[in-house]
Protein backbone atom coordinates (compact mmCIF):
# COMPACT_ATOMS: atom_id res chain seq x y z
CA UNK A 1 0.00 0.00 0.00
CA UNK A 2 1.61 3.53 -0.62
CA UNK A 3 2.46 5.21 2.59
CA UNK A 4 0.34 7.95 0.93
CA UNK A 5 -2.56 6.40 1.00
CA UNK A 6 -2.20 4.94 5.07
CA UNK A 7 -4.59 7.91 7.64
CA UNK A 8 -3.45 7.17 10.82
CA UNK A 9 0.03 7.23 12.62
CA UNK A 10 -0.84 3.37 14.30
CA UNK A 11 -0.92 2.38 9.74
CA UNK A 12 1.92 4.33 9.10
CA UNK A 13 4.29 2.80 11.78
CA UNK A 14 3.39 -0.42 11.09
CA UNK A 15 4.20 -0.03 7.30
CA UNK A 16 7.80 1.74 8.11
CA UNK A 17 8.31 -1.32 10.47
CA UNK A 18 7.46 -3.56 7.31
CA UNK A 19 9.19 -1.57 4.76
CA UNK A 20 12.33 -0.08 6.75
CA UNK A 21 12.60 -2.67 10.02
CA UNK A 22 16.28 -1.97 10.93
CA UNK A 23 16.65 1.87 9.96
CA UNK A 24 16.49 4.32 12.83
CA UNK A 25 13.40 5.23 13.60
CA UNK A 26 14.07 7.60 16.53
CA UNK A 27 17.49 8.77 18.81
CA UNK A 28 17.76 9.94 22.54
CA UNK A 29 20.93 11.20 24.12
CA UNK A 30 21.06 9.03 27.16
CA UNK A 31 24.28 10.13 29.82
CA UNK A 32 25.59 11.48 26.36
CA UNK A 33 25.21 8.51 24.36
CA UNK A 34 22.70 8.74 21.26
CA UNK A 35 20.46 5.43 22.19
CA UNK A 36 18.47 4.47 18.83
CA UNK A 37 15.33 2.88 18.41
CA UNK A 38 14.80 1.16 15.17
CA UNK A 39 10.91 0.94 13.25
CA UNK A 40 10.73 -2.73 14.36
CA UNK A 41 11.77 -2.06 17.88
CA UNK A 42 10.01 0.84 18.26
CA UNK A 43 6.41 -1.02 16.49
CA UNK A 44 7.11 -3.91 18.31
CA UNK A 45 7.08 -2.22 22.11
CA UNK A 46 4.05 -0.05 20.58
CA UNK A 47 2.11 -3.47 19.52
CA UNK A 48 3.10 -4.60 23.47
CA UNK A 49 2.02 -1.55 24.89
CA UNK A 50 -1.51 -1.51 23.25
CA UNK A 51 -2.14 -5.19 24.44
CA UNK A 52 -1.65 -4.92 28.03
CA UNK A 53 -3.68 -1.70 27.60
CA UNK A 54 -6.86 -3.21 25.92
CA UNK A 55 -6.23 -5.53 29.10
CA UNK A 56 -6.34 -2.39 31.74
CA UNK A 57 -9.87 -1.17 29.52
CA UNK A 58 -7.97 1.04 27.00
CA UNK A 59 -11.21 0.90 24.24
CA UNK A 60 -12.09 3.67 20.85
CA UNK A 61 -12.70 6.86 22.45
CA UNK A 62 -11.03 6.25 26.26
CA UNK A 63 -8.55 9.15 26.97
CA UNK A 64 -5.01 8.60 28.54
CA UNK A 65 -2.96 11.09 30.05
CA UNK A 66 0.73 11.73 29.47
CA UNK A 67 3.08 13.38 31.52
CA UNK A 68 6.75 13.50 30.52
CA UNK A 69 9.71 15.14 28.63
CA UNK A 70 10.35 14.33 25.16
CA UNK A 71 10.99 10.96 25.42
CA UNK A 72 10.78 7.47 23.11
CA UNK A 73 8.88 5.78 25.75
CA UNK A 74 6.34 8.44 25.85
CA UNK A 75 5.53 8.71 21.96
CA UNK A 76 5.78 4.88 22.16
CA UNK A 77 2.45 5.15 24.86
CA UNK A 78 0.68 7.83 22.85
CA UNK A 79 1.44 5.60 19.52
CA UNK A 80 -0.08 2.64 21.56
CA UNK A 81 -3.30 4.55 23.08
CA UNK A 82 -4.11 5.71 19.06
CA UNK A 83 -3.81 1.92 17.68
CA UNK A 84 -6.62 0.95 20.11
CA UNK A 85 -8.76 4.12 19.19
CA UNK A 86 -7.90 5.47 22.59
CA UNK A 87 -6.96 9.28 22.46
CA UNK A 88 -3.58 10.65 24.18
CA UNK A 89 -3.91 13.43 26.32
CA UNK A 90 -0.19 15.39 27.03
CA UNK A 91 -0.15 17.20 29.84
CA UNK A 92 2.19 19.98 30.61
CA UNK A 93 4.98 18.43 32.09
CA UNK A 94 6.54 21.90 34.18
CA UNK A 95 3.04 21.94 35.58
CA UNK A 96 1.88 22.25 39.39
CA UNK A 97 -0.28 19.61 40.55
CA UNK A 98 -3.29 21.92 40.77
CA UNK A 99 -3.36 22.68 37.05
CA UNK A 100 -3.69 19.03 36.11
CA UNK A 101 -6.78 18.76 37.94
CA UNK A 102 -9.04 19.99 35.14
CA UNK A 103 -7.82 18.72 32.28
CA UNK A 104 -7.85 15.17 34.32
CA UNK A 105 -11.67 15.90 34.80
CA UNK A 106 -12.65 17.43 31.88
CA UNK A 107 -11.78 13.88 29.87
CA UNK A 108 -12.34 12.06 32.37
CA UNK A 109 -8.83 10.38 32.51
CA UNK A 110 -8.98 6.57 34.12
CA UNK A 111 -5.29 6.05 32.87
CA UNK A 112 -2.54 8.40 32.88
CA UNK A 113 1.33 7.79 31.80
CA UNK A 114 4.05 9.44 34.27
CA UNK A 115 7.71 9.82 33.62
CA UNK A 116 9.23 9.68 37.07
CA UNK A 117 8.70 10.13 40.53
CA UNK A 118 8.43 14.00 40.17
CA UNK A 119 5.21 13.52 38.06
CA UNK A 120 3.68 10.74 40.11
CA UNK A 121 3.86 12.82 43.08
CA UNK A 122 1.44 15.79 40.94
CA UNK A 123 -1.04 12.87 40.03
CA UNK A 124 -1.39 11.24 43.39
CA UNK A 125 -1.97 14.48 44.81
CA UNK A 126 -4.65 15.14 42.84
CA UNK A 127 -5.75 11.88 43.41
CA UNK A 128 -9.58 12.81 45.87
CA UNK A 129 -10.23 15.17 43.45
CA UNK A 130 -10.12 12.62 40.68
CA UNK A 131 -11.88 9.86 41.04
CA UNK A 132 -12.13 8.49 37.50
CA UNK A 133 -7.82 8.02 37.57
CA UNK A 134 -7.66 4.37 38.26
CA UNK A 135 -3.82 3.89 37.02
CA UNK A 136 -1.01 5.96 36.80
CA UNK A 137 1.89 4.16 34.94
CA UNK A 138 5.20 5.08 35.65
CA UNK A 139 8.74 5.02 33.40
CA UNK A 140 11.58 5.79 35.80
CA UNK A 141 11.61 3.88 39.00
CA UNK A 142 14.00 5.72 40.89
CA UNK A 143 12.49 7.22 44.36
CA UNK A 144 9.21 4.65 43.81
CA UNK A 145 10.68 1.72 45.34
CA UNK A 146 8.66 2.02 49.13
CA UNK A 147 5.21 3.73 46.98
CA UNK A 148 2.85 1.27 47.73
CA UNK A 149 -0.32 2.88 46.03
CA UNK A 150 -2.88 0.65 44.73
CA UNK A 151 -2.47 2.54 41.34
CA UNK A 152 0.74 2.13 40.71
CA UNK A 153 2.17 0.03 37.80
CA UNK A 154 5.62 0.40 35.88
CA UNK A 155 5.95 0.86 32.51
CA UNK A 156 8.11 -1.72 32.27
CA UNK A 157 5.58 -4.48 33.68
CA UNK A 158 2.77 -2.88 31.50
CA UNK A 159 5.42 -4.08 28.42
CA UNK A 160 6.27 -7.39 29.74
CA UNK A 161 2.87 -8.67 30.29
CA UNK A 162 1.87 -7.01 26.45
CA UNK A 163 4.69 -8.98 25.16
CA UNK A 164 3.10 -12.28 25.89
CA UNK A 165 -0.36 -11.89 24.98
CA UNK A 166 -2.45 -11.93 21.61
CA UNK A 167 -1.86 -9.48 19.37
CA UNK A 168 -4.42 -9.67 16.53
CA UNK A 169 -6.82 -7.42 18.57
CA UNK A 170 -4.21 -4.57 18.16
CA UNK A 171 -3.54 -5.56 14.42
CA UNK A 172 -7.43 -5.07 13.93
CA UNK A 173 -8.10 -1.89 15.96
CA UNK A 174 -5.56 -0.88 13.73
CA UNK A 175 -7.27 -1.77 10.84
CA UNK A 176 -10.47 -0.17 11.68
CA UNK A 177 -8.92 3.22 12.65
CA UNK A 178 -9.04 6.03 9.65
CA UNK A 179 -8.07 9.53 9.29
CA UNK A 180 -11.24 10.93 11.01
CA UNK A 181 -10.23 9.68 14.23
CA UNK A 182 -9.44 11.56 17.48
CA UNK A 183 -5.55 11.27 17.17
CA UNK A 184 -5.28 13.51 20.27
CA UNK A 185 -6.51 16.37 22.53
CA UNK A 186 -4.02 19.41 23.32
CA UNK A 187 -5.26 21.19 26.61
CA UNK A 188 -4.46 25.10 26.17
CA UNK A 189 -1.99 26.79 28.73
CA UNK A 190 -4.97 28.77 30.69
CA UNK A 191 -2.93 31.76 31.29
CA UNK A 192 -5.82 33.53 30.42
CA UNK A 193 -9.05 31.52 31.12
CA UNK A 194 -10.20 27.73 31.71
CA UNK A 195 -7.97 25.76 29.75
CA UNK A 196 -9.84 24.54 26.45
CA UNK A 197 -9.30 20.83 24.90
CA UNK A 198 -7.98 21.35 21.38
CA UNK A 199 -8.82 18.04 19.56
CA UNK A 200 -6.89 17.02 15.93
CA UNK A 201 -7.71 13.85 14.09
CA UNK A 202 -4.92 12.06 12.12
CA UNK A 203 -6.12 13.78 9.59
CA UNK A 204 -5.50 17.02 10.66
CA UNK A 205 -2.00 16.48 11.65
CA UNK A 206 -0.97 13.77 9.13
CA UNK A 207 -1.81 16.65 6.38
CA UNK A 208 0.04 19.46 7.10
CA UNK A 209 2.94 17.19 7.91
CA UNK A 210 3.12 15.69 4.58
CA UNK A 211 2.68 19.67 3.01
CA UNK A 212 5.73 20.84 5.20
CA UNK A 213 7.56 17.56 4.43
CA UNK A 214 7.19 18.31 0.51
CA UNK A 215 8.05 21.88 0.97
CA UNK A 216 11.31 21.11 2.69
CA UNK A 217 12.20 17.92 0.10
CA UNK A 218 12.39 15.74 3.21
CA UNK A 219 13.39 12.24 2.50
CA UNK A 220 13.97 8.59 4.56
CA UNK A 221 17.23 9.57 5.31
CA UNK A 222 16.95 13.24 6.86
CA UNK A 223 17.11 14.01 10.63
CA UNK A 224 15.17 15.99 12.43
CA UNK A 225 15.38 17.25 15.82
CA UNK A 226 12.28 17.52 18.10
CA UNK A 227 12.93 20.20 21.07
CA UNK A 228 9.33 21.69 22.19
CA UNK A 229 7.41 19.33 24.56
CA UNK A 230 4.78 17.23 23.81
CA UNK A 231 2.02 18.79 25.19
CA UNK A 232 3.11 22.12 22.67
CA UNK A 233 5.61 25.15 24.38
CA UNK A 234 4.07 26.61 27.24
CA UNK A 235 3.61 30.43 27.82
CA UNK A 236 6.14 31.66 30.34
CA UNK A 237 4.90 32.88 33.55
Not at 68 to 88: E, F, I, K, T, W
Not at 140 to 158: A, C, E, M, T
Amino acid sequence: MAVGTLDTFPKLLMHHAHVRGSRPAIREKDLGIWQTWTWKRFADEVRALACALHADGVRRGSHVALVSDNRPRLYAAMCAVQCLGGVPVPLYQDAVAEEMVFPIQNAEIALAFAEDQEQVDKLLEILPRCPSLARIYYDDPRGLRHYKQPQLRSYDDLLAAGGKMDQSIVDREIDHGNGNDVAGMFFTSGTTAAPKGVVHTHASLLGPARTAAEMERLGEKDVILAYLPPARNRPKR
